[in-house]
C-alpha cells in the first residue's frame, strides 16, 4: 500500500516569494510516478508536474519544479514568484507502475498568497 | 482542445435515491478514473475504466458502480444514497496508463445528500 503526507496542512507566503510544500510518500513498489495538483476554490483539479521515479533530472514546468530526493522518499513542490493566483490547495499523488491510473493522494496544503 | 466535461456540476438527491453521473474525457483518451472527494477522508480512488473494461476498483461498497462506452464516454452510479455520499465526485482522462501518463481532471460534480 502506499502512504503519501503532507504535513503542512496551510502557508502563507508574501507575493513575489518562492516557496516550498513538501510531500514525503512510503512505497515498496520499485517504479512509480509523483504527481502534484493545484486545486483551487472552484474545485477543479489542475495538472502541475509528473516526476517518474526513475527520472534522473528533476522535474521543471514553467514556475514549478519538483524536488525529488528518492532515497528520502520526498517529492517537494518548489513555486518560484508566487502570484495571487497561485492561492490555493496543493495535493501531492503517487502512482505505481502497475496500477493503471490508481493515484493516492495525501491531504493537501493550503497555500494562501500574500499581497 | 476541450478539457474533462463532467455533468450535471451540482446535484442535490435525499436518502434512498440513487444517481447517475457523467464524464466526457479529452478527445482521443481512453482511461477513465473515479474519485470522490470529502472534508473527511480526503480524495480516494473509486475506479478506473480503460477501453470500457474496469481496470482497478478502490475500496468503496457495491452501491458505486460505474461504466465506458465505446467513444471513451463513462458515467458512474451511485444507489441507495446516504448521508455519507455526499462529497465532490472528480474524473480524471489520460491517454494510456503507466509510466510518465499524466491525469487531467475536471471539475468535479458537487452531489449533497439530504
Known amino acids: 500500500a502506499q502512504k503519501i503526507t503532507q504535513t503542512q496542512p496551510g502557508m502563507f507566503v508574501q507575493e513575489k516569494e518562492a516557496v516550498t510544500l513538501d510531500c514525503t510518500y512510503d512505497t515498496s513498489d520499485p517504479s512509480y510516478g509523483l504527481f502534484w495538483y493545484k486545486q483551487p476554490s472552484s474545485g477543479e483539479m489542475i495538472f502541475l508536474i509528473y516526476?517518474?521515479?526513475?527520472?534522473?533530472q528533476n522535474a521543471t514546468e514553467g514556475r514549478y519544479s519538483l524536488n525529488f530526493q528518492k532515497a528520502r522518499k520526498s517529492a517537494n513542490l518548489v513555486i518560484s514568484a508566487s502570484q495571487l493566483g497561485d492561492s490555493a490547495m496543493y495535493f501531492c499523488a503517487m502512482r505505481p507502475n502497475n496500477a493503471g491510473n490508481m493515484l493516492t493522494f495525501g491531504g493537501g496544503t493550503r497555500l494562501m498568497v500574500k499581497p | 482542445k476541450a478539457g474533462v466535461t463532467q455533468t450535471p456540476r451540482y446535484l442535490i438527491k435525499t436518502r434512498g435515491q440513487q444517481v447517475t453521473l457523467s464524464c466526457s474525457p479529452i478527445?482521443?483518451?481512453?482511461?477513465v478514473s473515479w474519485y470522490q472527494q470529502t472534508p473527511g477522508q480526503g480524495l480516494q480512488f473509486l475506479f478506473e475504466?480503460?477501453?470500457?473494461?474496469?481496470?482497478n476498483k478502490g475500496n468503496f461498497p457495491g452501491r458505486f458502480s460505474g461504466r465506458q462506452f465505446s467513444n471513451s464516454r463513462s458515467e458512474m452510479n451511485v444507489s441507495t444514497l446516504e448521508l455519507g455520499d455526499s462529497a465532490l465526485y472528480l474524473c480524471?482522462?489520460?491517454?494510456?496508463?503507466?509510466?510518465?501518463?499524466?491525469?487531467?481532471f475536471g471539475s468535479g460534480t458537487q452531489l449533497s445528500v439530504l
Open positions: 475504466y480503460f477501453s470500457e473494461t474496469q481496470r
Open positions: 478527445s482521443g483518451h481512453r482511461s
Open positions: 480524471a482522462s489520460s491517454l494510456e496508463t503507466g509510466t510518465g501518463v499524466k491525469l487531467f
Open positions: 516526476q517518474g521515479s526513475y527520472d534522473q
